[in-house]
């Protein structure tokens, strides 16, 4: 435990998303004392009343740490904290880094630095950010010495949503610090909370650590839905290619084709890569080429509808689309960057009349407009295609032989009785 009796919380996080709440969350439950600051009062009111925005904290596993943990809106509170983790969005704003959320949370924490403290950045970024963009920062509005006065770290999260086996605890943290004495701070820290701790010898490697995970992640994707395409055009079955590879005990890891990538990292954290390589004049080749594979997919799934529906004597102008899942990932809510949104947008300019079934995401709009969303399973029926894009857990309680309407799985998910495949 890193208690301290100068200060009054062990941790404060700055900004309760997916990262920061379940880091409070599991702090609070292994007894640290614990606020978490972020700038959207609704979030802050709801997190007070044990009411969780995320799928990943229930609202009985929130409220039971109320007692150890508070938001607030009042960065000033910043202040009495040992250690200050931030984990602020770090989005793409034409097509290039946005460090606007970095920049004005550090700002904040500058504003209540005092000494002593440790201040770890969590949010994925390119390498150099903690030293060329985080430090100044603080040091500009602290006016204290980053690595003498206060303490300093970047620490990759590696949070999954909806992964049950990783979690918080179990999922080794990889750890750095700008000097040995940062290092020191930020390992004690971490070790009272996680079980394995990894440590690198610098913040660029530690910040290198994660865009090599997601581009890793990104290449593989994309060189399995080339290879999905180029099979479908030899009569090949990809699943069957897929399933049978992936028993291979050593050297391979299978990845799955889909109707693209989406969420906050995979299709984003690429870029800050690319970003920092052009620095030096050079881009990450296999980043530029996967992100043309991996964009043209919902391109090509609309243009595989289209096929399917003539096969079967349909056209697909004016027909009626079910869009199962829009999530970009199984099991949560989120929609950030999810290909049902570019799916969504060519058949709406195909003049489709398109609905969604997600039981997770309430709201789906696109060019500004409401998709209808459908609540019964009863009425698939009334449907051209089922087109299932997120393969939800629950959805294996549908009883999809029973379907009539065409069904198309670009997820190749063993539950699912599809009539096509990606
Ligand atoms: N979501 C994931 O699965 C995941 C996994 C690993 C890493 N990351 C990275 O972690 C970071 C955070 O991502 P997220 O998914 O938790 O984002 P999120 O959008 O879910 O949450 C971010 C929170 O930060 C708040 N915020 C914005 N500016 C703020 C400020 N100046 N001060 C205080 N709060 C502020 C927002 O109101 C929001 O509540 C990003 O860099 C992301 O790339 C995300």
Not at 147 to 176: C, L, M, Q
Not at 184 to 189: D, M, R
Not at 371 to 384: A, L, P, Q
Request: charged share 25%; with cysteine; proline share 5%.
């Amino acid at each position: 435990m890193t208690s301290n009796a100068e200060f009054e919380y062990d941790l404060g996080v700055v900004g309760l998303g997916y990262v920061g709440l379940p880091l409070a969350v599991e702090s609070s439950k292994q007894g640290l004392k614990v606020i978490g600051y972020d700038i959207n009062p609704e979030r802050v009111e709801m997190i007070n009343n044990g009411i969780s925005p995320i799928e990943d904290i229930l609202n009985d596993e929130l409220s039971d740490v109320l007692n150890n943990f508070h938001s607030t809106l009042d960065g000033k509170l910043l202040s009495k904290c040992q250690n200050i983790v931030i984990s602020v969005p770090t989005p793409l704003t034409d097509y290039q880094p946005d460090l606007s959320f970095v920049i004005n949370a550090a700002k904040t924490v500058g504003e209540n630095l005092v000494r002593n403290q440790v201040i770890i950045l969590e949010s994925t970024t390119y390498p150099g950010t903690t030293v060329e963009v985080l430090i100044p920062n603080l040091e500009n509005t602290s006016k204290l010495k980053a690595g003498e006065d206060f303490f300093v770290g970047y620490s990759p999260e590696r949070i999954d949503p909806g992964n049950k086996v990783w979690k918080f605890k179990n999922t080794p943290k990889v750890v750095s610090g700008i000097n040995d004495i940062s290092t020191e701070k930020i390992k004690s820290f971490y070790e009272s909370i996680i079980e394995n701790i990894v440590l690198v010898k610098g913040t660029k490697e530690a910040e290198m650590v994660k865009l090599l995970e997601n581009t890793y992640r990104h290449v593989n994707i994309a060189l399995i839905n080339e290879l999905a395409m180029l099979c479908k055009m030899l009569d090949i079955d990809i699943w069957e290619v897929v399933n049978a590879a992936k028993t291979k005990p050593f050297g391979f890891e299978s990845f799955k084709p889909g109707p693209g990538v989406g969420g906050h990292c995979i299709p984003v954290d690429p870029e800050y890569l690319s970003f920092k390589t052009r620095q030096i004049g050079k881009p990450v080749r296999f980043v530029e080429l996967a992100q043309e594979i991996n964009n043209s997919m919902p391109a090509y799934v609309v243009g595989q509808i289209s096929e399917i529906l003539n096969k079967n004597g349909k056209i697909l102008n004016n027909s009626k689309i079910l869009l199962m899942g829009v999530a970009y990932k199984k099991d949560i809510s989120d929609m950030r960057e999810s290909p049902a949104i570019d799916i969504t947008e060519l058949l709406l300019e195909k003049k489709v009349d398109v609905s969604y079934f997600d039981p997770f995401v309430k709201k789906f709009s696109v060019f500004g407009k409401a998709i209808n969303k459908e609540d019964k399973i009863n009425s698939f029926d009334n449907y051209d295609m089922l087109l299932v894009l997120t393969p939800h857990s629950n959805f294996s309680d549908i009883d999809f032989a029973k379907i009539k309407t065409i069904i198309f799985d670009t997820t190749g998910s063993d539950f699912i009785q599809s009539t096509e495949r990606l």
